[in-house]
């Protein structure tokens, strides 16, 4: 395991800064979590590289630029009660918790959600509530949200998730099948503004929870 992750951390830094990522609450969060405790050990040397990383079950850990981009968007916003579709291996939620009031993350793969309870549990965060459930849902009962954020393609905009914006509402989305593109949807009232960023790749959205 890596002892001392600060200095490739850094190195990290330097690179999300030279594509693009401004936003300086992000960055040093970014720069003060050790990602390696969210993947496999046999992975972890990898952990500072601008990549996405198999953690089992099809999933991936995202690559860090995505995680700050999607992120630096939400802050952009001054998102204080944020939805996580996709919990993970628990760094994005992470990174969220650091940064805002509190993060309710849900998670249809439930051994996923357990190893990423204890990460965090283990880096002192609780401001994190956690759901096994079925993404596409959202979670309602703790709506409404003014900021979501879904790490992994839906194969069409999920209107569940709109509904729990507030208004004024920021959702960042990676939507499609074999080309996915990165949305940003604004709520306004019962409009929606979305904006497409570009280009993205994820894991699908898959709707259910498994037992």
């Given amino acids: 395991m890596i002892q001392n992750f600060q200095g490739m951390a850094r190195k990290l830094v330097d690179k999300l800064r030279a594509e693009g990522i401004s936003n300086t609450a992000v960055l040093e ?21 601008n990549t996405a990383l198999p953690i089992g079950q099809g999933q991936t850990i995202s690559q860090p630029l995505m995680v700050a ?8 916003h001054h998102c204080k009660k944020v939805l996580e579709i996709g919990t993970g291996s628990g760094y994005q939620t992470a990174i969220l918790a650091q940064l ?24 002192d965060l609780h401001n994190v509530s956690m759901r096994h459930g079925d993404g596409w849902q959202g979670w309602k009962s703790k709506g409404l949200f003014d900021g979501i ?13 709109m509904e729990q914006l507030t208004d004024g509402g920021v959702m960042v989305i990676p939507v499609g099948t074999t080309k996915q593109r ?3 949807v604004r709520r306004f009232g019962d409009e929606f ?19």
Avoid at 149 to 161: E, G, H, K, W
């Fill in 182 to 184: 990165l949305i940003v």
């Fill in 69 to 76: 981009s999607m992120t630096q968007l939400l802050m952009q």
């Fill in 100 to 123: 805002v009031d509190h993060v309710f993350s849900v998670e249809r793969i439930a051994e996923l959600q357990y190893q990423a309870k204890r990460r965090l549990k283990k880096l």
């Fill in 193 to 211: 503004e979305q904006k497409e960023l570009g280009e993205v790749k994820f894991v699908p959205l898959v709707p259910g929870a498994p037992i």
């Fill in 149 to 161: 954020i879904v790490t992994a393609a839906a194969s069409a905009m999920p209107m569940a998730l």
């Fill in 29 to 49: 969060v970014i720069r003060s979590t050790p990602r390696h405790l969210f993947m496999p050990e046999s992975l972890a040397h990898k952990a500072y590289e």
